[in-house]
């Protein structure tokens, strides 16, 4: 069974430029999450989509920061305007539902100069 | 609101060795879920272990425990026969039997000396 697929791997751009990063998740998983992680500190939830609805997407910046899953199945995270404090590891993960493991990709670091 | 607590921000183990992490976490609901998540260099967040917290008994995995005390809120993990492939960060995680997303502590990062 294949696993999480993110992409790209790393990121590196200029603040004020667009950047998106997109998600596989395991076939058949209805949640998917998107978590950042900043240096020295686990992963903190920005959005989560039960099929294609974004049911908790209270941490996610919404001046800057959008996503969508389009279909159920796969998803892109997009950052527009980008900053220097975007500079983390951007992690997804997916489940069956809510009570079960979660498992992640291998993330997309991203690097804001 | 859900926390975790891993007080232990570097641990070092001998190969061969056993080596027991340790994670506290605060919360007033009765049913929850604990896991250790394993995150090596390669940034892949890897589950080892799962605690679901109706359950009395501590889970287990190969070589990968856990001593679950459920009034005193303690998850710890361990590790035996350590192996330099066990080196890596590792979170502890809390998650509610609800609309909630994982709560992570903020990680150990565990050397394996050969």
């Known amino acids: 069974e294949a696993g999480v697929v993110q992409s790209p791997r790393y990121k590196i751009i200029e603040k004020k430029q667009p950047v998106a990063f997109w998600c596989n998740p395991i076939?058949?998983?209805?949640?998917l999450y998107w978590y950042r992680q900043n240096l020295g500190q686990g992963p903190e939830l920005l959005i989560r989509y039960e099929n294609e609805e974004a049911v908790d997407d209270s941490q996610l910046p919404k001046d800057r920061f959008s996503a969508e899953r389009l279909k159920g199945v796969d998803s892109t995270l997009k950052i527009q305007p980008a900053e220097l404090g975007d500079s983390a590891v951007y992690l997804c993960?997916?489940?069956?539902?809510?009570?079960?493991?979660?498992?992640f990709g291998p993330g997309t670091r991203l690097t804001v100069l | 609101a859900q926390t975790v607590t891993q007080s232990q921000p570097e641990m070092s183990v001998q190969e061969a060795e056993t080596v027991t992490l340790s994670c506290t976490y605060d919360t007033s609901e009765s049913d929850y879920y604990l896991f250790w998540y394993k995150q090596p260099p390669s940034r892949q967040m890897i589950l080892v272990i799962r605690q679901e917290a109706y359950k009395q008994q501590n889970a287990t995995e190969n070589r990968f425990s856990v001593n679950f005390q459920k009034a005193a809120k303690s998850f710890s993990l361990k590790i035996s026969d350590s192996q330099l492939g066990d080196a890596a960060m590792y979170f502890c995680?809390?998650?509610?039997?609800?609309?909630?997303?994982?709560?992570f502590g903020k990680g150990t990062r565990l050397s394996v000396i050969a």
């Open positions: 993960a997916s489940s069956l539902d809510l009570t079960v493991t979660q498992y």
């Open positions: 995680a809390f998650l509610f039997s609800g609309n909630t997303p994982l709560v």
């Open positions: 076939s058949g998983h209805n949640t």
